[in-house]
């Protein structure tokens, strides 16, 4: 479990982590930032509220969080939504933006959800401050965590799938090829590939030669039915 507190000599604790709270109810917001959002105590810098998709993705795009905390619920496509369209800062090399979910729900189908989205674990709104504290620090460090007995729901939903446990085709592309894969295949131009990567059009066109190379198709129709056929889309 992560530590946080302080080191000899040192103001505040040893480690932050900035985070963005997206939650349709304000009072429940309210209460987690002041939960949680001391800065000085706890190490965590709430930089951001959203009580919306369309808030949320503005907000996370503008301040590129460490952690989102994510309701599953919300108007504008839930939670699932707000991780299709931050999927770019998700891929994200250098400063990933991850994803917690945090929810009153506890239902398979939520939990599953948005973990097939890309969010690194969900805990349910009965979570102690401090377990919430520490559960934020480890997914800034790429642990998945859970809440007692969500963890069970995932690892039945994976051992269950069609798919197979190792994809050999896709594990010869490189985590941005895999990104620019996921773009092109929900139909977005090179242009907007390029904003949404922070990378030029002709480093898109690279990436995409790239990837039709190592998967040995011949346009971006094949290989949009290639993703799809893997759930990538």
């Known amino acids: ?15 932050r982590v900035r985070v963005v709270l997206v939650d349709d109810h304000r009072m429940f917001r309210t209460g987690v930032r002041a939960e949680i959002g001391r800065t000085e105590e706890t190490g965590v810098e709430v930089v951001g509220e959203a009580a919306d998709v369309d808030q949320a993705v503005t907000v996370i ?56 989205g890309g969010a690194r674990g969900y805990v349910t709104k009965t979570i102690t401050g401090t377990d919430l504290i520490n559960s934020v620090f ?6 998945a965590v859970f809440s007692p007995r969500l963890a069970g729901f995932v690892l039945d939903a994976f051992a269950s ?17 895999r990104e620019v894969l996921r773009l092109i295949a929900r139909g977005y131009a090179y242009k907007e590939i390029a904003k949404q990567l922070f990378i030029s059009v002709k480093t898109v066109e690279s990436h995409v030669s790239a990837v039709l190379r190592k998967l040995q198709l011949s346009n971006r129709h094949e290989l949009t039915r290639w993703a799809t056929a893997r759930r990538l889309v």
């Open 1 to 15: 479990m992560t530590e946080t507190t302080e080191t000899a000599g040192s103001q505040g604790p040893a480690r």
């Open 61 to 116: 795009t503008a301040t590129r969080p460490e952690v989102v905390l994510l309701d599953v619920h919300l108007p504008g496509g839930g939670g699932v939504e707000v991780l299709r369209r931050c999927a770019p800062l998700m891929g994200a090399v250098d400063n990933p933006v991850r994803f917690l979910a945090l929810s009153v729900s506890d239902a398979a189908e939520d939990v599953i959800g948005v973990i097939r």
């Open 138 to 143: 480890r997914v800034q460090e790429g642990d």
């Open 161 to 177: 799938t069609d798919a197979p446990p190792v994809d050999e085709d896709l594990d010869r592309l490189t985590q941005r090829e």
